[in-house]
């Protein structure tokens, strides 16, 4: 199995700053690619940011200018680098992945547990 632990959420002040990392373990063969999303009660979950393997990358319109996205290939972890924070990012915030496993093959997605960011006016 693969599992995703997501660290760094928290209550911030609009204009500042918060780190967002995830890290994967298990049985990794490949992690093809990564990425945040989030959600807020009532609504969908969003795609955020995401990233390859390759290091191409991915932003919400929302978010551009303002948030980084990062990963270490060798460590299996991704990092989101936000700043500028807006009441408006107040979300829960998921990490995702999707693995190639050592056995078996395949793409399979996997999600992290959430972690809270929230920013205050």
């Known amino acids: 199995q693969v599992q995703l632990v997501e660290s760094g959420g928290g209550l911030v002040q609009a204009g500042g700053s918060l780190r967002l990392s995830c890290a994967a373990s298990g049985s990794i063969f490949t992690i093809n690619y990564m990425g945040w999303y989030r959600q807020v009660p009532g609504k969908q979950r969003e795609l955020v940011a995401a990233i390859t393997s390759g290091g191409n990358t991915n932003y919400a319109d929302s978010v551009k200018g303002r948030f980084t996205i990062s990963r270490d290939n060798a460590k299996n972890t991704v990092a989101l680098q936000m700043n500028s924070l807006k009441p408006e990012d107040t979300a829960v915030y998921y990490c995702?992945?999707?693995?190639?496993?050592?056995?078996?093959?395949?793409?399979?997605?996997?999600w992290g547990q959430g972690t809270q960011v929230t920013v205050s006016s």
């Open positions: 995702n992945a999707g693995v190639t496993r050592k056995i078996g093959g395949g793409v399979w997605d996997y």
